[in-house]
């Protein structure tokens, strides 16, 4: 079974930065779409951004102008840059990923274990 694997969490001081990794466990066939959510104390799991495997991507109008998803494809990796952090950023992220396991199987939603953001002085 693979596992999406997240890196790059902490705590930072507004208008600082971040940047977020994630990338499957094990050997796959394909990821589709990649992308980063986010879910705050007593809030709802909201879609920060998303990128195809074209290299499409939309963002949530919280984030605009101040994050940026991509994504290696020879890696199989998504990041997720995130600059001018403000305290309403403070979130587990979420990685999430539509991956087809093998050539036979069809593609299924994979999320990761979550890395904590918290941006305080």
């Known amino acids: 079974q693979v596992q999406l694997v997240e890196s790059g969490g902490g705590l930072v001081q507004p208008g600082g930065s971040l940047s977020l990794s994630c990338a499957p466990s094990?050997?796959?066939?394909?990821?589709?779409?990649m992308g980063w959510f986010r879910q705050a104390p007593g809030k709802q799991r909201e879609l920060v951004a998303r990128?195809?495997?074209?290299?499409?991507?939309n963002y949530a109008d919280s984030v605009k102008g101040r994050f940026t998803i991509s994504r290696d494809n020879a890696k199989n990796t998504v990041y997720l840059q995130m600059n001018s952090l403000k305290p309403e950023d403070t979130a587990v992220y979420y990685c999430?990923?539509?991956?087809?396991?093998?050539?036979?199987?069809?593609?299924?939603?994979?999320w990761g274990q979550g890395t904590q953001v918290t941006v305080s002085s």
């Open positions: 999430d990923a539509m991956i087809q396991m093998t050539i036979t199987s069809a593609a299924r939603d994979y």
């Open positions: 094990g050997i796959i066939f394909r990821i589709y779409a």
């Open positions: 990128i195809t495997s074209g290299g499409g991507t």
